[in-house]
T-cell receptor, first 114, second 109 residues
Framework: IAGITQAPTSQILAAGRRMTLRCTQD?????MYWYRQDLGLGLRLIHY???????GKGEVPDGYSVSRANTDDFPLTLASAVPSQTSVYFC?????????????FGPGTRLTVL | GQNIDQPTEMTATEGAIVQINCTYQ??????LFWYQQHAGEAPTFLSY??LDGLEEKGRFSSFLSRSKGYSYLLLKELQMKDSASYLC??????????WGAGTKLIIKP
């Protein structure tokens, strides 16, 4: 069982380009999340999905979009990347959203926007 | 606003005990999580407290005082592999996690 996988592991991107970060889980968890982690700051929630077909905005959603077509996949898209989006991006999942369930994290994607 | 405070960095000696403190201010409260994150890796779950008191899990224990908005993580018999960042996160009234910036723990032989 892989848990949560993310792709790519790392990416260098020119400003203005479109980029999709992939996230797949095989735990049949209902809820999925996207966070960014920057030095000196806590993890910040970008978008979340409590169940397939629904999504919601987190603390820092601007410049990002997500979709949740099925239970397993939760891609994050940067429509037009900017240097301030340079960060490490973590996808996470939990059995249920809006609950006290533990979140499990993928290995992360290190994104550099030049 | 919502805020989580924890020390930026701590240093301890192998075999010793260390306590990492966390204070939180959130709109509503549904529990407090501690995660461990080794450099370059994903956070992994350590503990969850929702009731006041101490919960022990092997070498790691976590304490919560809801009235004081305070938690700590206690690590005993420190090992070199415990060198990592420890993230405190509080679950607010909307069941969203509010994360601290993490405490980097350095273990010296």
């Amino acid at each position: 069982i892989a848990g949560i996988t993310q792709a790519p592991t790392s990416q260098i991107l020119a400003a203005g380009r479109r980029m999709t970060l992939r996230c797949t889980q095989d735990m049949r968890h209902n809820a999925m999340y996207w966070y960014r982690q920057d030095l000196g700051l806590g993890l910040r929630l970008i978008h979340y999905s409590n169940t397939a077909g629904t999504t919601g905005k987190g603390e820092v959603p601007d410049g990002y979009s997500v979709s949740r077509a099925n239970t397993d996949d939760f891609p994050l898209t940067l429509a037009s990347a900017v240097p301030s989006q340079t960060s490490v991006y973590f996808c996470a999942s939990s059995e249920a959203g809006g609950s006290t369930d533990t979140q499990y994290f993928g290995p992360g994607t290190r994104l550099t926007v030049l | 606003g919502q805020n989580i405070d924890q020390p930026t960095e701590m240093t301890a000696t192998e075999g010793a005990i260390v306590q990492i403190n966390c204070t939180y201010q959130t709109s509503g409260f549904n529990g407090l999580f501690w995660y461990q994150q080794h450099a370059g890796e994903a956070p992994t779950f350590l503990s969850y407290n929702v009731l006041d008191g101490l919960e022990e899990k092997g070498r790691f224990s976590s304490f919560l005082s809801r009235s004081k908005g305070y938690s700590y993580l206690l690590l005993k018999e420190l090992q070199m592999k415990d060198s990592a960042s420890y993230l405190c996160a509080a679950l607010d009234s909307n069941y969203q996690l509010i994360w601290g910036a993490g405490t980097k723990l350095i273990i010296k032989p």
